[in-house]
């Protein structure tokens, strides 16, 4: 049976996407930015453009060249210094939503888990949400699918990805939360 106090399954993060390609529009826009920025300046601020130029320019084309992933902390790094660029030639509103973007995304791209413990259920939203054994009608997970039927008629469904769904006893795992449920 299993004995450890704390079960963590990865699932899927779905906010990925969308991600992606909200921050190859903001990457273009910084760009373009900075690019007018260049062209209406000189002296240290043509200069800090052109730095500003190359930071935002270097992971926009790594990401058109490979579109399958962004990585981060590169991507925030970036964000949090033409955040301070923008900040530097006084565009404060800029630099600060591009500030928030930038903490934002720390969140966004974390690994995504749920976490089954000895108290109930933390699904990993924004805020999160703990659900407790006697909130849980039952919690199944068949053909790589896990279940969460609430007893509030809310029902959770994630696809589990296959490399951990072979190493984990996935019978033993459904009798265990049968038994917190009931």
């Keep these: 049976m299993l004995s450890v106090n704390n ?3 990865p699932i899927p993060n779905d906010r ?28 240290t601020a043509a200069t800090l453009a052109i730095i500003a130029l190359v930071l935002n320019a270097v992971p926009w084309l790594y990401y058109l060249l490979n579109r399958k992933h962004i990585k981060s902390p590169v991507i925030e790094i970036t964000l949090i210094t033409s955040a301070l660029m923008w900040l530097y030639y006084g565009n404060f509103w800029m630099g600060i939503l591009l500030l928030i973007f930038a903490f934002m995304s720390f969140f966004t791209n974390k690994k995504t888990v749920i976490l089954f413990s000895e108290t109930g259920i933390i699904y990993p939203s924004f805020p ?21 039927d609430l007893k509030d008629n809310k029902l959770l469904q994630f696809k589990i990805e296959k490399e951990f769904a072979l190493d984990f006893d996935w019978a033993e795992f459904n009798e265990w939360c049968k038994k917190k449920s009931n």
Excluded: R
């Excluded at 996407?17 to 990457?27: A, C, E, M, R």
């Design 16 to 43: 990925i996407k969308t991600y992606k390609v909200v921050t190859f529009i903001i990457l273009t826009l910084n760009f373009l930015g900075f690019g007018y920025v260049f062209l209406q300046t000189s002296s």
């Design 128 to 148: 999160i949400k703990k659900y407790i054994w006697i909130d849980v009608a039952q919690v199944v997970w068949k053909d790589d699918i896990l279940t969460i």
């Design 7 to 9: 079960i963590v399954i």
